[in-house]
């Protein structure tokens, strides 16, 4: 991309977005810095103390300011905290007390980044909007591709898999091919004060990490309390809500028994947690819904890699589409840890071809 543009860079106060900001500018481009406020951290901080460690708090604002400031950039803050609450937040407890284990940061990129920071870079005019994510988006043959990021530990393909081909015809992914390393090294060429800055590793609105607590907050607790169940059907104990327990779990059951035992599955209708051995987290196929086809449904079931979490290695799978945004995925080889409410998304090599959530 040769031709001066103006681009958006959505800057979250850490490292690779302020890296983004200032390869583009390095490049000769108009560059606009936007970070979004998106939860209001000073309840939390007068409760439960220091949000270090989290993303998109308000040093994370102060810092994503200093930095626009040092390259000279113009900077914006826009407020999102009412639609995060509805479209993130609310999900995000809403998947919990239904018995499913959500991810907050797909819902995130997809709802908030790539649809209402997007709409707000193109009424600035903006011919991009940029982020720091690890992915790259390649034209080829008229239409857009999302792929992998160079860097195996970094790539963010996977949050990524709800991109549309409008969107992605207006995305930037600069750091797609570089690895961390090569990352810092020219923040420090820059001089950027997030040079060093940690990685965040939390989800945002829940700095502790404790989302049961977080939970029951904003939800109250009490209400889900009922029976631990083995996959036998004998009754083996009690729990204090559904919401405290996720497909795969081992620790903090509570029961004692001659084989280590497993959250398999929670019915939320029935409050009932159930638990079996090892052996009953296999499964060999799921359901998924809200499936997007990066570059169009297929006419017929394909071949493809499916991962089901972010970190999962991926396992070769069958693909076949179903109506109303439905596909069923039938694996390979038996996989554990198939959680309901979590993405799976579908590769060929390095593309993306599509993903949904798990039923």
């Known amino acids: ?6 681009i958006v860079v959505a800057m979250s106060g850490g490292v690779d977005s302020s890296v983004t900001a200032a390869l ?3 490049q000769g481009h108009e560059v606009i810095g936007m970070t979004m406020q998106i939860w209001d951290y000073s309840s939390f901080t007068a409760q439960h103390g220091d949000t270090f460690g989290t993303c998109c708090s308000l040093d994370d604002v102060h810092d994503a300011r200093r930095v626009a400031e040092g390259l000279g950039i113009p900077f914006y803050v826009v407020n999102f905290e009412q639609e995060f609450q509805r479209q993130v937040i609310d999900r ?4 919990y007390f239904a018995g499913r284990t959500p991810n907050p940061c797909v819902l995130c990129n997809q709802l908030l980044k790539f649809e209402l920071l997007l709409r ?3 009424e600035l005019e903006a011919d991009f909007l940029a982020t720091g994510h690890y992915a790259r988006i390649i034209g080829e043959d008229g239409a857009f591709s999302l792929r992998q990021g160079l860097d195996p530990q970094k790539d963010q393909s996977y949050f990524l898999f709800t991109l549309t081909q409008e969107q992605m015809g207006r995305v930037l992914f600069p750091l797609g091919d570089m690895t961390k390393e090569e990352v810092r090294a020219h923040a420090a060429r820059f001089g950027l004060r997030t040079a060093e800055k940690p990685e965040s590793q939390d989800i945002c609105f829940v700095p502790d990490g404790d989302y049961v607590r977080f939970l029951e907050e904003e939800r109250g607790g009490g209400e889900m309390n009922g029976e631990i169940v083995h996959v036998s059907g004998r009754l083996l104990g009690r729990h204090l809500g559904t919401y405290r327990y ?3 779990q081992r620790r903090g059951l509570g029961i004692a028994w001659p084989r280590p035992l497993f959250v398999v599955g929670i019915d939320a209708d029935r409050r009932q947690v159930v638990v079996g051995e090892e052996e ?3 499964r060999a196929e799921l359901v998924v819904h809200g499936v ?3 570059q169009g449904e297929p006419a017929a079931p394909l071949q493809a890699v499916c991962r089901i979490r972010y970190r999962h290695q991926g396992v070769p799978a069958e693909i076949t589409p179903l109506p109303a945004g439905r596909a069923r995925v039938v694996f390979a080889n038996l996989q554990r840890g198939v959680t309901p409410g979590q993405a799976a998304v579908f590769y060929d090599r390095d593309r993306v071809i599509g993903g949904g959530w798990i039923e």
């Open 1 to 6: 991309m040769t031709e001066k543009k103006r």
């Open 24 to 26: 583009l500018q390095e």
């Open 92 to 95: 995000f407890c809403d998947d």
């Open 120 to 122: 707000r870079a193109r």
């Open 246 to 248: 996720t497909v795969g």
């Open 280 to 282: 009953h987290l296999a």
């Open 292 to 294: 997007n086809w990066s």
